[in-house]
């Protein structure tokens, strides 16, 4: 019973997130969907130091795992909103903000992840 409790607040806490995340970006940025990227960023972090800790940690990886990573991370992430968003990109006939979306976060979750599994590392 913790189990699905941990995922089940941490997936309400990310979406949460999520939202007010996009409410606080969006406005800033209007070419590209800010949110999305500053969610998926973030959360690509939060992951890559929830799995470090995972590794070193005595105890709490049941929270570490359920609530932080599929939890948490799980709500916060939003693939399918970036998907959405990249075929509206391409609706419009947007094609270099649809390569140019699609780039920069692909990469930049692929480096907050590392960082933040790194910087677990070096803490640790």
Do not use: D
């Not at 692909?106 to 070096?122: N, P, R």
């Amino acid at each position: 019973m913790k189990i699905w409790f941990y995922i089940f607040t941490g997936g309400g806490l990310g979406s949460l997130l999520r939202f007010y995340t996009s409410a606080w970006a969006n406005p800033l940025f209007s070419a590209l969907p800010a949110g999305t990227f500053l969610s998926n960023m973030i959360s690509s972090f939060l992951l890559g130091i929830a799995s470090a800790a995972i590794e070193y940690a005595a105890s709490g990886k049941v929270f570490f795992q359920y609530f932080v990573i599929a939890g948490l991370c799980g709500g916060y992430s939003t693939f399918s909103t970036f998907s959405y968003e990249n075929l509206q990109l391409l609706k419009q006939n947007q094609y270099a903000m649809f390569i140019m979306n699609t780039c920069i976060n692909v990469s930049v979750c692929i480096l907050s992840i590392m960082g933040g599994y790194k910087t677990i590392k070096i803490l640790l």
